[in-house]
């Protein structure tokens, strides 16, 4: 029977007991009665989700760029940047054009409409981009596109470079649209 990885590590200057328990180094040179005994700590690893509050459209989406950027850096993730930064530009864009517009601006956002940009790690395998906004409309998928319309290629673009994308209604009010990039390195 094999322990997880972190059990059978024992804090520095500690004796390790059969159970994969570490000794205080008090208990060590004390009599039995002080003996006690601790679990060990998992090691530290980086979060597995970071999340932005962006407001307006300009700053918003250069704020959304630069923490891509530096969550996939931290991650080691960067082979995985240009994938997910077209994505994050084409979920924070239908947010700004299609849902803060028709919702009213939160305080707090100094006029704008509150819009949330989350990255999270599914498994070693796969990056989530989710961005979330204040308004119920589902996202809407064109079906038909013409190839000279300025606009209407956002959730295509997201089909495409995604295992994965879908919504989901927020309480009390919203709504978060993902999609679900994979982390391998593609030749």
Known sequence: MSLPAYEGLRLPGSAASPAG???TPEA???TPARARLTRPEPPRTPPRSAALCLVGAEQGCGQARDFVRRTL???SLDHCGADALTVVAELFANAVLHAAPHRPAHPAAGGDAEIWLKLSLRRPAHLV???TDPSDNP???PHTSDPFDEHGRGLRIIDALSEHWGWTRRQPA???VWAMLPT???P
């Open 21 to 23: 328990l570490a000794v």
């Open 28 to 30: 060590r040179t004390g």
């Open 73 to 75: 850096a931290d991650w």
């Open 129 to 131: 981009c989710a961005v």
């Open 139 to 141: 996202p809407v998928y």
């Open 174 to 176: 919203g709504k978060t």
């Open 184 to 186: 391998d390195r593609r």
